[in-house]
């Protein structure tokens, strides 16, 4: 257990499909992050969050849509997906943004994606 | 931001020390150095992280030479469960706290 619960674990949508994927997480954490694992390739970092404002977006497609309610919570919001995005989405939190400790992403389990 | 680069790959047997370098030429100065490990479908987890010399926890030990252009992730008696990807990160924190992880190693432990 990490403290960083991602919800749901597995999901299966079509292409016309909205859904969302939720993280949250139980560490007092100020900044919250979204990542992107497929098949066999290195994580990439789609979206930060820093106290509830998005700070970075890795030039990620707009049928992705972050939202971060609170310092707790985190949403990644799905809409008309293609089957490339299937994938293993990760959200991690950090103390801070700061150097060192507070710079230490705790992740959560996945949300394992499948867009047929 | 600093470049890593590791082995692809490794192979160990049970019981037997393991060590996984990885070298970041251009590290900065208010860089620290980060080791996470990945399973099979489930997000990294933090392994150790150091800035200089040697540091030590229950799980690794991480030792950086003075130059810090490297860092070596130092894993005792590894066991079955220890296969995974490790990662070796470097970075500062700062704006955007932004960790670009590479491909990893895939250390494989064989009975």
């Known amino acids: 257990e990490t403290g960083v619960t991602q919800t749901p674990r597995h999901l299966v949508m079509g292409m016309t499909n909205k859904k969302s994927l939720k993280c949250e997480q139980h560490?007092?954490?100020?900044?919250m992050y979204w990542y992107k694992q497929s098949a066999k390739k290195p994580l990439e970092l789609m979206f930060v969050?820093?106290?509830?404002?998005?700070?970075e977006n890795n030039s990620v497609p707009s049928r992705f849509s972050p939202e971060c309610p609170n310092s707790s919570h985190l949403f990644l919001h799905l809409h008309t997906l293609q089957p490339e995005d299937s994938a293993l989405y990760l959200c991690?939190?950090?103390?801070?943004?700061?150097?060192?400790?507070?710079?230490?992403?705790?992740f959560g389990a996945g949300t394992r994606l499948s867009v047929l | 931001l600093a470049k890593t680069t590791q082995p692809i790959s490794m192979d160990s047997y049970e019981g037997q020390e393991v060590n996984i370098t990885c070298s970041h030429n251009?590290?900065?100065?208010?860089?620290?150095i980060t080791w996470y490990q990945q399973f099979p479908s489930q997000g990294p987890r933090f392994i150790i992280q150091?800035?200089?010399t040697k540091v030590t926890n229950e799980v690794a030990s991480l030792f950086i030479p003075a130059d810090r252009k490297s860092s070596t992730l130092s894993l005792p008696r590894v066991s079955l469960s220890d296969t995974a990807v490790y990662y070796c990160?470097?970075?500062?924190?700062?704006?955007?706290?932004?960790?670009?992880f590479g491909t990893g190693t895939l250390l494989a432990v064989q009975p």
């Open positions: 150091g800035y200089k």
């Open positions: 251009n590290i900065a100065t208010n860089d620290y």
């Open positions: 991690a939190s950090s103390q801070d943004r700061g150097g060192g400790s507070k710079n230490i992403q705790y």
């Open positions: 969050y820093s106290l509830e404002e998005r700070v």
């Open positions: 560490l007092g954490h100020n900044a």
């Open positions: 990160l470097v970075g500062a924190g700062g704006a955007t706290n932004k960790l670009i």
